[in-house]
């Protein structure tokens, strides 16, 4: 042939200086491996790039993908049949079965088995083969596969950290459509597998900018440089030690420009090993990540189709912030240099900026020394007088022996790729006579630049604030519909929802087109189809495991969606819904804060709910939300809502309005249980949340409350915050609460003034107004607790912020708004009112001063606050009056787990303390209350009076309490006690972890995880230690550390409060400041300084855990916080 005709020509051939089209490909699994512990080699860096990806927001400008695992079969178009069979049945189990695995295939230190070595081969190997398939059909510009770039694996053995060459792989399937591919390695290793395999053909160029000498794999030398027809195709440039990004780009640049003039290369894959970077584990050089990224940002200049991969990199944090960094190269996007707050944050410790600096390591590359290199492979470039004429023949879509029909038929297809790097496509079974059939089903239009997909797009991949969204499932036009929802539709609505059908419809037809001339000469051996039509479609042989089960079903469904919006004259009674609403680009979490452009959806998710409908949740709002979070005045907010359907067509409510009715919506709908969501709303929980969660978004970025603070928008956004919360969406509540108290501030929330002396006159004069404003406050206040213990740090709040107090009234006695129909209760407050008291009891405990080691001159005035707060709170919740039962049980309820808690804090702070936090003589037993607490905890889970809300349970994840019990449980513990708490530790840990492995906190699973298989090991050794004994259980064991439990100690029941107190620890006749002391403190403080560390001393196991917590979570005691304190007025 004198000229290459692909089989399926691109569409679009891109240009340099146009917008790059990007495909990114992630698979979430490739990141859970590991090689075994110590091992360089961690693909933990995948998911960590992928993590600073999306929290940057460059997945935005890209497509995202998931792509098809690759085959054995697809494997073997390179490595022998034998080595991918036996990377396909060994494991760590039956590793002695192989015992010439070694010697045979590699196998050994270096390059061990792990658990899923095969499935992280065929991840790696597949995201490879799919990106070069898009660059073949036209798709994108450049593709992206940070789990790829394995250049050292061998055509039949694994070779430095590399079993399957996804490299080779992918440039195989780019040579099906391209006459000369380029190989640009910029790894600190040579890539020693891709020369090899391609060292005797001219239709591809390997080009290596890597370390030599004594140095892994040795080889690379400027003198290889191909053999047979693949002379002078192999180009190597050995470098020395520290070289830096000048001397690198001296020679990076020249090289390739020659390449490009006598190669002229038609499609090129990067390999981007990081380990080439500055401080890299394993690596010599010396660049940062500006040099590094230049290398990407130059090849892009040439506007050559792109595979980017990724490859070595042995320091975690730098790799992920290299390849993030490139990504953005690549999608045209640029970066703070400051990284965002995210799930992984502390591994970008301790400055947590996004530049990977150069070192002061000596650059042993000479001037001279690179200059030699230069001009010697630029001479050997010359040997190439023209680039290679190569006789191209017509190559099938599908390599021989690849297709299995069985495989087609058996895959998800949720998650299987449309366009298959190796399989046929539906249009390959069609028909010039089905073509017609379906062609003529839509009108001709003229045809839209934007390029076909029929990829199955991985939704664009979560930052830590997307992350409670994955799975939510994608809602077809027709079943979106909702009855939840009336419609202001229009024409104009009806003309947006049929063009969406009709573009739809083209696409599917367009892909037939682009491929049905193939078909027309081709014989297939045909069979009717089951259904009973008048002139049955000619369909081909098993033409059921070729096409996609839902194909004639997805085509069926558009063609009847657009007689339906032609035939449906009445425009009032449907409301239609985004067809894939994980595909707009309405604005997140982020556009609250960045702005956003209005997209179609946003009218859509802010459309009004019926009548019944919106009843239904201001009621669950009122009766389970209202009674404990007073964000807003509920009076008010209810008869604007109500006001705004009202009859009064002259009336425009205000966008904060909308804001306010949103956030209610979605804080009603976060405390629905499932079965409540599909019995009153008829809609799954998940795909409320979502939608309510982004219309609460949209209203809160229309009504510019980051520039135009307001009152009520703040209502809105701090139960937006708390909504977060109780979806588990931790990080990001914690993330956005800063800016909560500054709008806050800036809108004058906090009053200022001492409360003692005046409170009678400031009652009395004070409006409802402020007090109001007080309220949202103390709100903001709460959150700032939660949050503070969520991540182990001090509340941004202090006792400064809280002067003043809310005062206790009903509804009623402010004149603010009318109230609506509902009697107003005398307790309406008694939940809120124990909340403000304990945020002025935490704040008051941290206004404290580090006491000097051995002195606690502080502690008898901690144990007062406490003292005090507790006395408060268990009269007044005794006097509680008019209560419902089940509330009032709850509230009590409550109200002793805060001053448990307050108990356990005081002992058992967040943070590392350098000294022990309480003294020697208290005789506080932590072990007894975090059981308790614990048992409490489950039993208020488990209990359906408390159902109405449970949700507040899930603001207030109690991790901290089981990981206190836990490193109690430390240290031997015998005895009834010691039983009970393991028995409700083990219990305690199934709980928190089946819900932190839910939310964004799943990363305090790893050390809660090692801290219960420590106590797991601890009772492994008592129970030998019983047997050894010749004893039946543990109970009663006397050792030295067995603390007897007595008789009659409390045990608060799951019953609610009984008695006349209903508080632990607290004796009638006993001052509780007393209860934990004793008289000889002056010598036991002594023998405690002296080294004489009891049981008592336990605290040290807590200590241990928060130091294996990591930096972002501890924040230890800065005492020049307290230079300015007082402590006396304390």
Known sequence: MDRFEPVDPPSFRYRPGSKSRVSYFYDDDAGQYAYYPGHPMKPFRIRLAHELITTYGVHRKMQVYRAKRATAMEMTQFHTDDYVDFLRRITPDNIRQFPSAHAEFGIWEDNPVFEGLYEFCSISAGGSMEGAAHLNHGKCDIAINWAGGLHHAKKSMANGFCYINDIVLGILELLRFHQRVLYIDIDVHHGDGVEEAFL???????????????????????????????RYHAVNVPLRDGIDDASYKSIFQPIICGIMKHFRPEAIVMQCGSDSLSGDRLGSFNLSMEGHANCVSFVKTFGIPMLVLGGGGYTVRNVARAW???????????????????????????????????????????????????????????????????????????????????????????????????????????????????????????????????????????????????????????????????????????????????????????????????????????????????????????????????????????????????????????????PEPLGKTGPSSTSILFGYQPSIS????????????????????????????????????ETAIHRKYGPDKQYSPSPVIHAVERAVYFMAICTMTESECDAMLSESKSSLIYRHQRSVEVALARSEFFTNPDKLALQSFVLYLMGLRVCSQYAMSWTLLALAIRSGNALGLPITGTETGQEKEVCEHRSVGDDLKMRLWYCIGMLDSQTSIDRGT????????????????????????????????????AFSHVIHEATICSRRLMEFPPDVAGSWESWPKKLQVISEFETYIRQYCSQLEGCPHQLQRFIQFTAEDIVLNMHLLLRRPPYPSKNSPFPPWDKFDVLKVTTEIMERTLWKASDSAFAPWAWLSKTWLKWQVLAVLLAELCTPRYGELGDRAYRVAKRGFDYCSSLMAESDLATVLKPLEKLMARVNKVRAGMLSEQRSSSLSTVTGIDTPGHIPVESNSHLILPSGVSGSTGFPYNDNNTNSTEAFSTTDKSAQAASYMNGNISIDASWLNWNDFLSEMGDVWTADLNTEYYNSVDSSTL
């Open 602 to 637: 946003d009218d859509e998710l802010l459309a009004p709910p019926a009548e019944n409908v919106r009843e239904i949740l201001l009621d669950i709002y009122h009766d389970r939300v209202d009674c404990l979070f007073k964000a807003t005045y509920w009076p008010a907010a």
């Open 200 to 230: 005797t053909t001219d239709r591809v160029m390997t080009v290596s900018f890597h370390r030599f000498g004594d140095f892994f794999p040795g080889t690379g030398d400027i003198r290889d440089i191909g053999v047979n027809r693949g």
């Open 794 to 829: 001090r509340p941004m709040m202090t006792l400064r912020d809280f002067e003043m107090k809310p005062l206790i009234i009903n509804h009623e006695a402010g004149k603010y708004a009318q109230p609506s129909k509902r009697q107003e209760l005398s307790w309406d407050m």
């Open 324 to 578: 993030a960094n490139e990504t953005a190269v690549l999608a045209e996007e640029e970066l703070s240099p400051v990284i965002p707050y995210n799930t992984f944050y502390e591994h970008f410790a301790p400055d947590y900026m996004l530049e990977v600096k150069p070192s002061n390591m000596d650059n042993l590359n000479t001037y001279e020394y690179l200059e030699g290199l230069k001009v010697e492979i630029l001479e050997n470039l010359r040997e190439i007088d023209f680039a290679p004429s190569v006789q191209m023949q017509d190559v099938p879509l599908t390599p021989l022996g690849v297709f299995d029909p069985l495989e087609w038929q058996l895959e998800n297809e949720e998650t299987r790729t449309w366009i298959n790097k190796s399989q046929p496509t539906i249009a390959n079974y069609i028909t010039p006579s089905m073509h017609e059939f379906l062609k003529g089903l839509i009108p001709k239009r003229q045809a839209h630049n934007e390029p076909i997909s029929r990829q199955t797009k991985l939704r664009r991949m979560p930052s830590t604030q997307d992350k409670m969204r994955q799975g939510i499932p994608m809602f077809s036009l027709q079943t979106c519909r909702n009855k939840l929802y009336g419609s202001p539709a229009g024409n104009a609505r009806k003309q947006t929802v049929l063009e969406s059908r009709v573009s739809q419809l083209e696409d599917l037809v367009k892909l037939l087109e682009s491929q049905i001339e193939r078909n027309d000469n081709t014989r297939m051996e045909l069979s009717t189809s089951e259904f009973d039509l008048p002139n049955p479609l000619p369909i081909p042989v098993k033409a059921n495991a070729m096409l996609a089960k839902d194909f004639f079903a997805k085509l069926s469904h558009e063609v009847a969606g657009i007689r339906e919006v032609l035939d449906d004259s009445n425009e009032g009674n449907s409301s239609f819904m985004s």
